[in-house]
């Protein structure tokens, strides 16, 4: 996902690399590592002996098989004599672990705040000096796209609906996209349920290329596309009706708008998190949830398996003439709930937001702990 980001967003980099056997001359070559999430590239930067700065958005979200100081301690007895003696070494923790141990590894981790960070920070704090220096931050964002944003333009459509990039370690455009086939059955129904909206843009990564294409109901149109990020930021700003699927990253952009979004259904089980982690906020009670359909299926409270539950109970809504209906119908629900909200309702729903977001701006906390490289970073 952060290759096709770099590829359609040139222009932020000064040079872009996707060759993976060159990463060992590259950070041979570097002054500062930065990952995004990327335990692995923490750990190659620890083995060449390089600082590396862990940027994570999820941070409190990571769950645990073990007890942490375990992780700890695999960590101060890393072997560094090559990345695959490394490799090995922590090869039997889970995916979620590695993240937590590239942050007991960094030189310093940069964590966007969110209900629980705060006490995974106590945590790692628990375990001692471990080298570890954790530094809480606002959102990770494009602040100068945001800045950049007018607000008082003339609106494109009459509704945004933002479905993110979709693909990770198990959905795909071509696999495991049920959820993308619900979408689409339920797109001409939008345009037939809601007159209000003529205009329709819905936009992400399943949309880019050859799968761009227009849905026509009821004299009504739904355009499906791909926006490159401030674009899609210019049209957040000036649209006045919201949806996105509840990616943290789309939550903090649209709050720094000024806008309330509302929340559809969970793609994967990091949504199920965040919609529940902030249910007791105007956003998360109005949140649309396939429990709202299926209450009695369960989700497993694992990323994996919560994942692949999630793209069962599309499919079987998608599949099922009744359960579609239900679908259907109590999504027109939390829709009318949400364009039914007044202005001073949606500004106080973004308001109780921003302090259980809020933290350090990312630029002030890059130069108050991180000085600037003469060469460069490796991202």
Known sequence: MAAIFAR???DAFDEIQERPEAIDSL???????????????????AVAGRPVIMVDSLFGFWQLTRPLTGIRDLCATLPRTSFAAAGDHLSGLTPHEQVLAAHLLATHSLVQNFPGVAERMAEFAALGDTGARLHLTGSLVDLEGLRDAPRDAEPGCDLLINVGGFQNFLLGFENNNDYLHLLRRWLPDLLRDWPRFPRVLLCGGPFAGHREHTVTAAGRQAVCCFLPQRE????????????????LTALHESLALGRL?????????????TVRRLGGTLFGRTAGRFADVLPDH?????DFAGTAALVEIAGRIREDDALYAKFRRTLNERIEQYVSLTPTQHRD???????VLDGEPLPEALARTIPAPAGGYLL
């Open 261 to 273: 979004p509302l929340a559809l259904h969970e793609q994967h089980y990091a949504h199920l998190f």
């Open 232 to 247: 899609l930021l210019r049209k957040v700003a000036t649209t006045p009706h919201y949806l996105l699927t509840p990616g």
């Open 27 to 45: 950070l041979a070559g570097c002054d500062q590592v930065i990952s995004v999430m990327d335990a692995e590239l923490v750990l190659r930067a």
């Open 8 to 10: 359609r967003h040139p």
């Open 349 to 355: 729903g973004v308001d109780e937001l921003r302090p």
């Open 298 to 302: 369960t989700v497993p409270e694992d």
